[in-house]
């Protein structure tokens, strides 16, 4: 079955950074296109990054455009997060999420667009 497992997340200071990762298996990961969401405790969850199932593009949301890249490497079936110039809202529990199908240039950029999601790795930046 579909596994997304997030690591990397932690404690970072503003205008600090972290790099997330996103281990998937139990799919062609090449087929699918990919995205990073996040919560924070009584809000929905917010998408935030995406990438083609190829990676030649990429979708940001406008409040971390130009601090966040997202990126993948298919040989290794893992999805990436750089996080710099971190500031203290962008405090998170991120998830990795897989397209709910199989599709070429499309990048879903609303949450429910997606079909799973892992169990989400802790971002909190702090002094």
């Known amino acids: 079955q579909v596994q997304l497992v997030e690591s990397g997340g932690g404690l970072a200071q503003p205008g600090g950074s972290l790099k997330l990762s996103c281990a998937a298996s139990g799919f062609t990961f090449s087929n699918y296109a990919m995205g990073w969401a996040r919560q924070t405790p009584g809000k929905g969850l917010e998408w935030v990054a995406g990438i083609y199932a190829d990676g030649s593009d990429t979708y940001y949301k406008n409040t971390v455009k130009g601090r966040f890249t997202i990126s993948r490497d298919n040989a290794r079936n893992t999805l990436y997060l750089q996080m710099n110039s971190l500031k203290p809202e962008d405090t998170a529990l991120y998830f990795c999420?897989?397209?709910?199908?199989?599709?070429?240039?499309?990048?879903?950029?609303?949450?429910?667009?997606?079909?799973?999601w892992g169990q989400g790795t802790q971002v909190t930046v702090s002094s």
């Open positions: 999420g897989k397209d709910s199908i199989p599709r070429g240039e499309y990048v879903p950029t609303t949450s429910p667009e997606y079909g799973n």
